[in-house]
């Protein structure tokens, strides 16, 4: 009944930023974003991963988001994937200045709480315009199992991470594409050695129209760790990847999608996914964000 609620409550927030776009010309944000020479993407971020977007200095950004645990090949047993639990994450960003930005965002996974600085440094207006950003931050998982001796706030808790944001746009301004080269440094904390691991993230979304567009995300493993997340799983991580459809209107970004990942922050989405990307491990997940 609870994942029928949410349902219901996501169907409503489409329809009611759908019907803003009748009182509106454009279907950016009301405030919308810098406005830059090269303005390559609406929001700051895909479903997962960043984008060179910034906010304007003083503006804020809220994100919520969803990764159903059931898999759609569950079938109805558990909703098509819509039954609990999920993963969920909540985050807010401010905009320093016009060029960097500050966000703090919480999972339930392990009770990750990350912060993370975006600076966007370059950006050049071609025939093939690209701009340029740098994401570091630091996430703390206070949430330990009952069978790890280790305090909330141990050393041993904390993860780094950096990415390089690359984002271009082709076929007349309809093909978005962005690379985010990655780094996770203690991405296993529960490893007697401290391990790192090295992602190569890519996204691709095109317009269909100025209100619809599809995409698609992946983040291949290229060095590093790639094993399990928790105490207790079996394994190893596996590459992410996430299709769907996305919806940008009025100040309103939604994201809705398939994935084999249900792990949110960063530092965790990185590592990989619990499962490999075959038909039976395919999971729902919705995000939502509003810039004010």
């Known amino acids: 009944m609870r994942s029928f609620n949410r349902l219901q409550i996501l169907l409503v927030m489409l329809v009611l930023a759908a019907s803003e776009t009748h009182a509106q010309l454009s279907w950016e944000a009301s405030e919308p974003t810098i406005q830059l020479p090269v303005e390559l993407f609406s929001a700051v971020q895909m479903a997962n991963l960043p984008t060179t977007q910034t906010l304007g200095q003083g503006d804020f950004f809220y994100e919520i988001s969803h990764r159903f645990h059931p898999t759609i090949d569950d079938g109805y047993d558990a909703n098509f994937g819509l039954d609990g639990p999920v993963s969920m994450r909540t985050a807010l960003s401010y905009g320093l200045s016009d060029r960097l930005m500050v966000s703090i965002g919480r999972s339930n996974v392990l009770d990750n709480l990350d912060v993370?600085?975006?600076w966007r440094f370059f950006e050049w207006d071609g025939q093939?315009?690209?701009?340029l950003a740098l994401t570091a931050g630091v996430a703390l998982n206070s949430d330990m199992p009952a069978i790890v001796d280790r305090g909330a706030t141990d050393a041993d808790n904390l993860q780094w991470i950096v990415q390089l944001v690359a984002n271009t746009m082709v076929l007349d301004g309809r093909l978005g594409v962005g690379l985010v080269p990655s780094y996770v440094h203690?991405?296993?904390?529960?490893?007697?050695?401290?391990?790192h691991t090295v992602t190569l993230g890519t996204y691709a979304r095109y317009e269909l129209n100025p209100m619809w567009g599809v995409f698609v995300e992946c983040s291949p493993a290229l060095e590093g760790y790639q094993g399990i997340l928790l105490p207790g799983e079996t394994g190893r991580s596996h590459d992410s990847l996430s299709f769907g459809s996305s919806l940008s209107t009025g100040g309103h970004d939604f994201f809705l999608f398939v994935t084999n990942n249900t792990r949110l922050n960063a530092t965790q989405y990185l590592v990989g996914a619990p499962t490999d990307a075959a038909p039976d491990n395919w999971h729902l997940g919705f995000g939502i964000t509003r810039h004010l």
């Open 186 to 195: 203690n991405s296993a904390i529960f490893a007697v050695e401290r391990q």
């Open 128 to 131: 093939w315009p690209i701009a």
């Open 116 to 118: 993370v600085a975006k």
